[in-house]
């Protein structure tokens, strides 16, 4: 699938053509950084969040900074995506991103639905190997666990992460 296919996919908003849309980020083809980079910037927040998603897998410099400026998209999931991408490109700047987003009420882009708090415990619990249970429909544990996860990484996460060499 081309990069065009995929985006067109996106844009329909439709959960199954987000999924396929999703599955075929490793075997893209007609990846293009520039027009990605583009992509971060359109009106479309569907167009944003895919490109943050397929910029996780171009391991470059020019990827890396469209994905550090993304990490302050007006929307949660454009961030967690952009976040997840540095993740997977072994950089521990998307941590606090997915820490932050912790205390979110929204939507997570993608299928099946759930809330962004929700899809960034998962990743924090992966990169991490650690766990903090929370209700995430309840604002206030929301907040508690993103202070809990905050002071953690502010005291020895990052150092933590770094010894792994993420």
Same mark, same amino acid.
């Given at each position: 699938?081309? $990069?065009?296919?995929?985006?067109?996919?996106?844009?329909?908003?439709?959960?199954?053509?987000? =999924?396929?849309?999703?599955?075929?980020?490793?075997?893209?083809?007609?990846?293009?950084? =520039?027009? $990605?980079?583009?992509?971060?910037?359109?009106?479309?927040?569907?167009?944003?969040?895919?490109?943050?998603?397929?910029?996780?897998? =171009?391991?470059?410099?020019?990827?890396?900074?469209? $994905?550090?400026?993304?990490?302050?998209?007006?929307?949660?999931?454009?961030?967690?995506?952009?976040?997840?991408?540095?993740?997977? $490109?072994?950089?521990?700047?998307?941590?606090?991103?997915?820490?932050?987003?912790?205390?979110?009420?929204?939507?997570?882009?993608?299928?099946?639905?759930?809330? =962004?708090?929700?899809?960034?415990?998962?990743?924090?619990?992966?990169?991490?190997?650690?766990?903090?249970?929370?209700?995430?429909?309840?604002?206030?544990?929301?907040?508690?666990?993103?202070?809990?996860?905050?002071?953690?990484?502010?005291?020895?996460?990052?150092?933590?992460?770094?010894?792994?060499?993420?």
């Amino acid at each position: 699938m081309t $990069l065009d296919e995929a985006l067109n996919l996106v844009k329909t908003g439709k959960p199954d053509n987000l =999924v396929e849309a999703l599955k075929s980020l490793s075997t893209l083809e007609g990846v293009d950084v =520039v027009r $990605l980079e583009r992509d971060l910037e359109s009106s479309n927040i569907l167009v944003r969040w895919f490109a943050a998603a397929v910029l996780g897998y =171009v391991a470059d410099e020019r990827a890396r900074e469209a $994905l550090r400026r993304a990490l302050q998209d007006e929307s949660a999931s454009v961030r967690v995506s952009a976040a997840q991408s540095l993740v997977a $490109l072994s950089s521990a700047e998307g941590i606090p991103t997915l820490i932050d987003a912790l205390a979110s009420d929204e939507i997570m882009i993608g299928h099946p639905p759930q809330l =962004v708090s929700q899809y960034a415990r998962a990743l924090l619990e992966a990169q991490t190997e650690r766990r903090i249970d929370f209700d995430p429909s309840d604002p206030t544990q929301r907040l508690h666990a993103s202070r809990s996860w905050r002071e953690w990484w502010g005291s020895i996460g990052s150092e933590e992460q770094e010894r792994k060499g993420r």
